[in-house]
């Protein structure tokens, strides 16, 4: 802990020749090598701690500025070493400052009475007329904020982690607010009840009021121009900037908000990223993404969302107000000028296109399009398993992961083929297969949920969903095998066997959190019956996502033994070699799908606007000069390698598989 001393007679008469004053000099302690070189027309009052001041700050084009407090008010404040301060409108009161910091041209920074930095703020998330107020935190996590939302036919659950919340943000309450070390203020407007962490940088903010950047060495936070904040919490790693304004939210990590952006009464969680539209109550779990001006989203929960330009919902069907609220699944997207009327659930990797006013529940078709016809929507079930779109979007999501934070929040499963999405695909087909089977085979049009589909799109989505079946099921089998020696097949019975007994049975999506039911639910009654902490709660949460592969096995064992009609302790060699030979010809034809799909950028239709004033010919060439040739790109080279890796995997299993004794 650093000593403090008095200031000597000599000291205060230097400062006060340099235009300093003080309420009670007496109130000014300083380090014990302090030196006052380097403070100027400063006004002290209340109880001053002040270090010393020896490092040199280099500018952006090499100007250089010494540590040093110039022009301001300091009022209750604690400077540690090596801190820039110049150019305070009004004052700082309040603050304790940490070193290396650099401050200029701001207006206030001041804490009034006990503050709680942002936390224990309620926001009511998804129902703007009430009844899901999330009280945000500075570990708030997805999966705890998706129970919170959804789960409140418990009031007991609720109740319990809202008390948790409470109680961590009543420790923080004090009338001090902390600006962490090597932060960067500068020509910033009002900061009032803020905390700061390290390695901040605030650069031209307008207003910031009631709130905590959890900014680190790690993963800086930067706060641009023009930015009014009030009642936040922002996370580590996010980028806020270009005049955009946030108003009770909890913004997560790796987020990026910028051009205007508009956000109200929201949640966003890693990865998110809004710019140019707005946001009204929502719940934007990892990897809701909206980048148009004229994107409106209300009152519902999204994540892996793309949000087309001119995507809006409504929630105001009827006169009580704006209460109602929608549901996108995991994936889901939405075409420019696309409209839900909420209520309604959009399945998991649904293509939303269109105009759809009929409140329609497709979670139990997922991969679908959804097109408005007139002023019908018409589903078409599993098209987007072989869309090129899907797969594209699969593979860039853990490549644009922006945390940088060793201390994730939020547990994020990236699979494409889960158990989440299988038990979908699985359900897909009873419910297609016995539309078929009431309405009759013959029939042209079936209706579902408030959507039409066509007998064409009916008899395809099941051949679809089978496929992407086959397939799960067959990665996990090989991903069991692929690595493990065996002679005979009890060595291979043997393998088979699950690690756990934990994953049968229902699987839920926690917003990124892909885990078995019985966990969450196991979770949600020790929370309800026994003493349990916050911390507690995110362990049990990154447990399961780090068990995921142990839970999958368990799962799909199960799904196995149902598609073999006997337990794994009597499968035969055969069994196996049927199910390896499915998996690679599932695995192949829908390649052979997603490479037809990709082959469709390269048509005629697609060059269209190239080589303007030349002749065919010339429009290749214009067009192969900018996006490059079908065979050479680069995707559609990995799906012919994708083909070929999985073919001979296939066939070295079904070779190892038939030298086994039975």
């Known amino acids: 802990m650093k000593n403090y001393r008095l200031l000597t007679e000599n000291e205060i008469e230097w400062l006060k020749?340099?235009?300093?004053?003080?309420?009670?000099?007496?109130?000014?302690?300083?380090?014990?090598d302090f030196r006052s070189d380097y403070i100027t027309d400063v006004h002290f009052s209340g109880n001053i701690l002040l270090g010393n001041f020896n490092k040199t700050f280099e500018l952006a084009g090499g100007l250089q500025r010494h540590s040093g407090i110039h022009r301001c008010c300091l009022h209750n404040c604690t400077i540690e070493n090596d801190v820039y301060i110049d150019q305070v409108a009004n004052y700082i009161a309040n603050y304790h400052?940490?070193?290396?910091?650099?401050?200029?041209?701001?207006?206030?920074?001041?804490v009034e009475k006990d503050s709680t930095f942002g936390?224990?703020?309620?926001?009511?998330?998804?129902?703007?007329?009430?009844?899901?107020?999330?009280?945000?935190?500075?570990?708030?996590?997805?999966?705890?904020?998706?129970?919170?939302?959804?789960y409140r036919h418990r009031p007991v659950l609720i109740q319990k982690i809202q008390k948790l919340i409470d109680e961590y943000a009543c420790k923080l309450k004090s009338d001090i607010g902390t600006i962490g070390k090597n932060v960067r203020i500068v020509n910033a407007g009002s900061i009032k009840n803020v905390r700061i962490g390290d390695c901040a940088n605030i650069e031209g903010a307008s207003?910031?009021?009631n709130g905590s950047i959890n900014s680190n060495f790690f993963a800086p936070v930067t706060i641009g121009a023009g930015v009014k904040c009030d009642d936040f919490i922002i996370s580590s790693g996010v980028s806020v900037t270009d005049y955009t304004l946030v108003s009770r939210c909890f913004i997560g990590q790796g987020c990026i908000l910028g051009k205007h952006y508009s956000a109200l009464d929201s949640l966003f969680f890693s990865n998110c990223q809004g710019m140019h539209g707005e946001a009204t109550a929502i719940f934007a779990g990892p990897y809701t993404v909206s980048h148009h001006k004229s994107t409106l989203l209300i009152a519902g929960m999204f994540s892996f969302?793309?949000?087309?330009?001119?995507?809006?919902?409504?929630?105001?069907?009827?006169?009580?107000?704006?209460?109602?609220?929608?549901?996108?699944?995991?994936?889901?997207?939405t075409t420019s000028d696309s409209y839900l009327l909420w209520p309604a659930k959009i399945g998991a990797f649904t293509l939303v296109m269109g105009r759809h006013t009929k409140h329609s529940d497709t979670s139990d078709l997922p991969f679908s399009y959804l097109i408005e016809n007139a002023t019908d929507s018409f589903l078409v079930p599993a098209v987007n398993l072989r869309s090129v779109g899907t797969i594209r979007d699969a593979q860039k999501w853990p490549k644009r992961d922006n945390r940088k934070d060793p201390k994730k929040l939020d547990p994020i499963n990236f699979n494409l083929l889960s158990p989440y999405t299988i038990q979908k695909m699985i359900k897909g087909v009873e419910v297609l297969k016995n539309l078929q089977k009431i309405s009759g085979e013959t029939t042209e049009i079936y209706t579902y949920q408030n959507c039409s589909i066509k007998i064409s799109s009916l008899l395809k989505g099941i051949d679809l969903y089978n496929i992407g079946i086959y397939k799960f099921l067959g990665n996990s089998l090989i991903s069991r095998l692929k690595d493990?020696?065996?002679?005979t097949i009890e060595d291979i019975r043997e393998i088979l066997k699950p690690d756990t007994h934990v994953g049968s049975g229902e699987w839920i999506d926690l917003s990124g959190l892909i885990s078995p039911?019985?966990?969450?639910?196991?979770?949600?009654?020790?929370?309800?019956?026994?003493?349990?902490?916050?911390?507690?709660?995110?362990?049990?949460?990154?447990?399961?996502?780090?068990?995921?592969?142990?839970?999958?096995w368990t799962w799909a064992k199960d799904k196995l033994e149902i598609y073999w009609g006997k337990p794994i302790a009597e499968v035969?060699?055969?069994?196996?070699?049927?199910?390896?030979?499915?998996?690679?010809?599932?695995?192949?034809?829908?390649?052979?799908?997603?490479?037809?799909?990709?082959?469709?950028?390269?048509?005629?239709?697609?060059?269209?606007?190239?080589?303007?004033?030349?002749?065919?010919?010339?429009?290749?060439?214009?067009?192969?000069?900018?996006?490059?040739?079908?065979?050479?790109?680069?995707?559609?080279?990995?799906?012919?390698?994708?083909?070929?890796?999985?073919?001979?995997?296939?066939?070295e299993l079904l070779n190892r598989l038939k030298r086994i004794t039975n």
């Not at 196991?522 to 026994?530: T, W």
Request: a negative charge.
């Open 17 to 32: 020749a340099k235009g300093c004053t003080a309420e009670n000099w007496k109130n000014v302690r300083v380090s014990e």
């Open 97 to 110: 400052i940490d070193e290396g910091t650099y401050i200029e041209n701001v207006n206030l920074l001041v």
């Open 119 to 150: 936390n224990g703020v309620k926001v009511p998330v998804m129902n703007e007329g009430g009844g899901r107020e999330i009280p945000i935190f500075d570990y708030l996590s997805a999966p705890l904020a998706y129970i919170l939302t959804l």
């Open 207 to 209: 207003c910031l009021i």
């Open 305 to 333: 969302l793309n949000a087309g330009s001119g995507s809006n919902q409504s929630n105001h069907m009827y006169k009580l107000g704006p209460i109602h609220q929608g549901l996108a699944e995991r994936g889901a997207k």
């Open 484 to 487: 493990r020696k065996f002679n």
């Open 517 to 552: 039911k019985t966990e969450i639910e196991q979770l949600m009654k020790k929370i309800e019956s026994q003493p349990v902490s916050l911390e507690e709660i995110q362990q049990s949460f990154e447990k399961m996502h780090e068990e995921y592969y142990s839970y999958e």
């Open 572 to 651: 035969t060699r055969e069994d196996l070699v049927q199910m390896v030979e499915l998996w690679k010809n599932s695995v192949v034809t829908l390649d052979h799908l997603i490479y037809d799909d990709a082959k469709k950028e390269f048509s005629l239709n697609a060059k269209t606007g190239f080589g303007v004033d030349g002749d065919e010919q010339q429009k290749s060439l214009d067009f192969e000069s900018v996006r490059g040739s079908f065979e050479n790109n680069p995707f559609v080279l990995e799906v012919i390698n994708h083909i070929k890796i999985k073919s001979e995997l296939g066939d």
